[in-house]
């Protein structure tokens, strides 16, 4: 498994890397959820959006522009999510 | 030289630190980014303090070299839970960018490079409670630790110590940054063990 910190300080982990958390608040797997951004309206499933871990939140951006896509916070008793930086998001039945 | 070694005869060590609550010690530096890594020349650097009215002053690299730098060792705290002791940082005091100010507003939001934000009190800031650092254990700060410029505001959560310093905002009312409208605490003293919103 990949560390839960991004150490190399070069560049984002794979959206798929953030489906675990996103997972729990979903109810179902969203790796292939497909995530429109917010900013610049491109289109990419979740596992090839950029992740951020531990930053301290869960952060997804937009690999094209670096637009947040969502945040995600689990506190010890309550998970936040913001997907105000995603304008759609379409899961395949 | 301390005369007892960790663990001898049951002493205990007089050179041990009180860590804040829930807080482990790393030897290492990890790397915590809500964003890709900004990476801003010195030349292309420059600091930026608007007003509650809208007037700015800026400051350039050449301008921050100009201004007196101080040493400082200080222990950080991440809310992440390690905390690493006597980092060393050299940087100028966050008071002298206020000595011309007529700012009268009491809190702070800090801009980095990339577009992060978080606030904080201004009282928080001055008193030589805080640093725009330049410098990361005698040389340059690193890209991924947020160089060439950070806050180091070393009483909170790392956090607040933003990355790739781009400006203060002053604010008459205070305004959430980008984690602590969002779950995190507002304020962050790692010694109260404000790590969430509610805490
Ligand atoms: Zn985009």
Not at chain 2, 152 to 157: E, I, K, N, S, W
Request: aromatic share 12%; proline share 7%; charged share 20%.
């Amino acid at each position: 498994m990949n560390s839960p910190i991004d150490t190399s300080g070069e560049s984002a982990l794979d959206g798929s890397a953030a489906a675990g958390p996103f997972a729990d608040v979903f109810a179902g797997d969203v790796s292939a959820a497909v995530v429109t951004c917010g900013g610049c309206r491109s289109s990419a499933v979740f596992a090839e959006q950029h992740a951020y871990l531990g930053a301290p939140g869960t952060v997804l951006r937009c690999p094209g522009c670096d637009h947040v896509l969502a945040r995600l916070v689990q506190t010890p008793t309550e998970v936040w999510l913001d997907l105000s930086g995603s304008s759609s998001w379409r899961f395949p039945l | 030289m301390a005369i007892f070694t960790r663990g001898f005869g049951g002493r205990r060590d007089p050179d041990a630190v009180a860590l804040p609550p829930g807080q482990h010690l790393t030897e290492g530096f990890p790397v915590l980014s809500a964003g890709p890594t900004q990476y801003v020349e010195p030349e292309d650097w420059s600091f930026t303090l608007t007003t509650e009215t809208d007037e700015k002053q800026t400051w350039s690299w050449d301008d921050l070299m100009n201004l007196p730098s101080e040493d400082v060792e200080v222990d950080i705290h991440c809310v992440t839970r390690w905390s690493k002791l006597k980092s060393r940082w050299r940087g100028v005091p966050v008071d002298a960018f206020f000595e011309d100010s007529e700012s009268e507003a009491d809190y702070v939001m800090a801009h980095s490079y990339g577009g992060y934000t978080t606030n904080l009190p201004l009282e928080d800031l001055l008193d030589g409670k805080a640093w725009v650092v330049h410098e990361y254990d005698d040389g340059p700060i690193p890209a991924e630790h947020g160089g060439p410029v950070r806050l180091l505001v070393p009483h909170l959560y790392f956090w607040k110590s933003a990355k790739w310093l781009s400006g203060f905002t002053m604010m008459t009312g205070d305004e959430p940054g980008f984690w602590e409208g969002f779950g995190y605490h507002n304020y962050g003293d790692p010694w109260r063990e404000e790590r969430y919103a509610g805490d």
